[in-house]
């Protein structure tokens, strides 16, 4: 693991998008492993000023997304898909038709989950995945226990992410308590991966990052089996 650390926010949002900007000029037809919650959005908006300043081009990029609740309408202002077309497909030149995230309203989510996984598959492959982390350690939706997945499944969220997430539902609306996920195996698949950190809520889980132990209930730790995985933190977390 690789540690780049920032005094504030809005320059570790820059350096992961720098990051990104750099593997979609390397590679224009790359395969973008993308996250959503508060965490990248700074970089999202990095990306969208570099796309309109002619900095960078989507036009050939295909995204696949870690995550998405379940069951939810892909319509739902609270849906991944929502989030991403909010956040960055709609502000970009992509393609929406390759842009990826898993169905919240599938009949058999065990047929979508494997539909998915076949579709990275014959992607060739995630060639960069951006990663966020739950306090408790959690990668997508891979939450502490003692056997993870390694394929992309449907999982049950534990009261501690539902916790976290509800403030994003209105009153009165009830948040899924399920989601569709990557698996470990999944993620660790990609050929480079970034883990954004910021703020001192995450400061128990970045610290697991640091010792020289691994173990599923801090799935993030596994992160430090991977070849190449840069973790991208603030001073509130990192100090």
């Known amino acids: 693991m690789k540690f780049l650390k920032f005094n504030t926010y809005e320059e570790m949002s820059a350096a992961a998008a720098n990051i990104m900007a750099e593997q979609i000029k390397s590679k224009?037809?790359?395969?973008?492993?993308?996250?959503?919650?508060?965490?990248?959005v700074g970089m999202y908006k990095k990306l969208i000023e570099m796309n309109k300043a002619g900095e960078i081009d989507?036009?050939?990029?295909?995204?696949?997304?870690?995550?998405?609740?379940?069951?939810?309408?892909?319509?739902?202002?609270?849906s991944y898909r929502y989030f991403m077309n909010d956040n960055l497909f709609n502000h970009i030149n992509i393609d929406m038709d390759r842009t990826n995230v898993l169905y919240g309203l599938a009949e058999d989510p065990d047929k979508e989950?494997?539909?998915?996984?076949?579709?990275?598959?014959?992607?060739?492959?995630?060639?960069?995945?951006?990663?966020?982390?739950?306090?408790?350690?959690?990668?997508?939706?891979?939450?502490?226990?003692?056997?993870?997945?390694?394929n992309t499944h449907k999982t049950a969220l534990t009261e501690s992410t539902i916790q976290a997430n509800s403030r994003f539902f209105s009153e009165g609306e009830i948040m899924p308590t399920a989601s569709l996920t990557m698996g470990m195996g999944t993620i660790f698949a990609a050929k480079k991966i970034i883990l954004l950190i910021?703020?001192?809520?995450?400061?128990?889980?970045?610290?697991?990052?640091?010792?020289?132990?691994?173990?599923?209930?801090?799935?993030?730790?596994?992160?430090?089996?991977?070849?190449?995985?840069?973790?991208?933190?603030?001073?509130?977390?990192?100090?």
């Open 28 to 40: 224009p037809n790359s395969v973008l492993g993308l996250a959503t919650g508060s965490t990248p």
């Open 198 to 239: 910021n703020g001192k809520a995450k400061k128990a889980a970045f610290e697991q990052l640091l010792n020289d132990r691994f173990c599923t209930s801090c799935p993030a730790t596994i992160l430090k089996l991977h070849p190449d995985v840069t973790v991208i933190c603030d001073a509130e977390v990192a100090d």
């Open 113 to 150: 989950c494997e539909r998915y996984e076949q579709l990275i598959k014959d992607l060739g492959g995630i060639d960069i995945q951006v990663l966020g982390i739950g306090q408790n350690g959690h990668i997508a939706f891979n939450e502490p226990e003692e056997n993870l997945y390694l």
């Open 58 to 78: 989507f036009s050939d990029i295909t995204t696949v997304n870690l995550d998405e609740y379940y069951p939810i309408d892909p319509a739902n202002n609270q």
